[in-house]
Every structure is written in structure tokens, then in C-alpha cells.
């Protein structure tokens, strides 16, 4: 891909931040940070995301609701978000993750309807440059959101983790490197997670969650995000010492993504 050298994370963010800008219906479009923290604060408490994970089986699986990815097109024809949190929950995943960006065909309404579906914490993955978003997120039922470090400034990436937490939401911080994983860290991050599949190109690079363990200290929980195409390849990223897997496409492109998910489970 790449015209102009403008990557896929450039054209995504390019068009989340004019979908921001345009007049939006919700009520919190034109808040100040003040009420924006009044009106988060008065939603409903989140779940405790990142206990799930380090309390329940290791390593945990974030089982992702995914409709396509820019790489891959669509991953399951006529995908039913109610339907699959349903079989993501009896399969045993330990906290959810709903795409919520039009990139990948998903939408907080989504996110809605998974958290109306089931009980577990649920992640809300989109890409989030304001206040806004985190309170939207909060407001159909998040108890997380992902923070990218390539896409926020560091005074910014500060700012937004520093929001979330003071409404009780809790934030995986994605990264891809070990300076970004520096990065996530000063800024207050406690849920770090690496991402195999590069937001530039949407290249995999299957090692990578795997070899940048050891630049993030055990008091932080550690996610490898990506490329779990197999239940070796879920073996391979425990042994390394992955906290927590999180996986969409493998699940979301089996014929029964629970059974998927219980036997990779079983075999973890
Ligand atoms: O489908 P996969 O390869 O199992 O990947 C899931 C998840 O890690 C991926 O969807 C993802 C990770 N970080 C992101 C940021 C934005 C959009 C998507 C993502």
C-alpha cells in the first residue's frame, strides 16, 4: 500500500480525527474537560479488566470481536455480536475486545450490544485521540480502552491514561518497540500490550510479542496482541511469558469460534 508514503495507521487516524471534527450527535461533543470528567464519573462503574487477567488462568485470552481488518477483508460474513459473545464467554475467555472503528467494520453499537450479551470486562479498540471517545467508550459499557503509543504525542498519551483512570477505566497501551514500550510506561501505563502486526503496514512479524517480554518488569501485565494463528503459535507466546493473548482472526474465521476458543484454552 503506502501512496505517498501515507501508511494505513496515517489514513485511519486521518480519518478518525475529521470524524471527530464534524458535528457529532452525542451529547459530550462539545464538553469541557470539566464536564466530561462529571459526566464520565456519573456512568456506571467498570470491571476490573486487568484483575480478570491476572487473577484468572495464565495466560488470559482476550477473545476479539472482528468483522474484517484493512489486511484481511472480511473475516465472517454476516458476523453477529450478540451471537459470538455469547459462544467468546461459554468458550471461557477471560475479558473481550470489540473493534469499534469503520476500518474494521465495527462501531460502539457493537460494543453495546456485546456488553447487553455478557458479563465479562470488555476492551473497547478503537483509535482514541480525545476525551470524548474514552467517555463514549465508558457509556456503552467499556471497562478499557486501547491507547496506541505511535499515535499520541507523549503529553497527550499522559493526559488520556490519566482521564480513563480517574473514571475507573482501566487502558492497554499498545506498542511495538522497546522505546515505545518505555514510552507507555512513563506515562502511567500498568496493562502493556506489543502488537505483532505492524499499524504501518499491517506486515506480521510472529516474534515480536515473544521477544520484547523481557523490556517490560512482571508488576506490569503484558499482552501480546496478533498473529495467533494456531494453537502452537498461543503455546509459543505463554512460554515467552505473555500475561494475556489477545486474538480476532483466528477465532472469528473458525467455523465454530467457540470451540475454538475452549480448545485452545484447554490446550494452554
Ligand atoms: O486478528 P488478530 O491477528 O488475532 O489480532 C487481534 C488484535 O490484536 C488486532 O485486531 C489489533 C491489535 N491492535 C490493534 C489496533 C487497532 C486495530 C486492531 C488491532
Not at 80 to 105: E, N, P, W
Request: one cysteine or more; a neutral charge; glycine letters at 6%.
Amino acid at each position: 500500500m503506502s501512496d505517498k508514503g501515507s501508511t494505513y495507521l496515517d489514513k485511519i487516524l486521518a480519518a478518525k480525527r475529521a470524524e471527530l471534527a464534524a458535528p457529532r450527535a452525542t451529547r459530550s461533543g462539545a464538553l469541557t474537560d470539566r464536564e466530561l470528567l462529571e459526566l464520565g464519573a456519573r456512568l456506571p462503574r467498570p470491571r476490573d479488566f486487568i484483575g480478570a487477567l491476572r487473577e484468572g488462568p495464565r495466560p488470559g485470552i482476550i477473545a476479539e470481536f472482528k468483522r474484517a481488518s484493512p489486511s484481511a477483508g472480511a473475516l465472517r460474513e454476516g458476523a453477529d455480536a450478540r451471537q459470538i459473545a455469547m459462544l467468546y464467554a461459554a468458550g471461557g475467555a477471560t475479558c473481550m475486545s470489540v473493534l469499534c472503528d469503520k476500518h474494521f467494520q465495527g462501531s460502539l453499537d457493537d460494543l453495546r450490544t456485546v456488553r447487553q450479551s455478557v458479563a465479562l470486562p470488555l476492551l473497547a479498540k478503537d483509535f482514541i485521540l480525545e476525551k470524548t471517545q474514552i467517555v463514549e467508550a465508558k457509556r456503552v459499557g467499556a471497562d478499557c480502552v486501547l491507547l496506541i503509543v505511535a499515535a499520541l504525542p507523549a503529553p497527550q498519551l499522559r493526559n488520556l491514561i490519566e482521564f480513563s483512570h480517574s473514571l475507573e477505566m482501566q487502558v492497554l497501551c499498545e506498542t511495538r518497540d522497546e522505546a515505545e514500550i518505555d514510552r507507555a510506561m512513563a506515562a502511567g501505563a500498568k496493562l502493556i500490550g506489543v502488537n505483532s502486526r505492524d499499524l504501518q503496514t499491517f506486515e506480521l512479524d510472529p516474534d515480536r510479542a515473544a521477544k520484547l517480554r523481557k523490556y517490560v518488569p512482571k508488576s506490569f501485565t503484558y499482552v501480546a496482541e496478533s498473529g495467533v494463528r494456531s494453537i502452537d503459535d498461543a503455546l509459543r507466546l505463554r512460554d515467552s511469558g505473555a500475561d494475556a493473548l489477545l486474538i480476532g482472526s483466528y477465532f472469528m474465521t473458525a467455523e465454530h469460534p467457540g470451540e475454538a476458543l475452549r480448545e485452545l484454552v484447554m490446550a494452554l
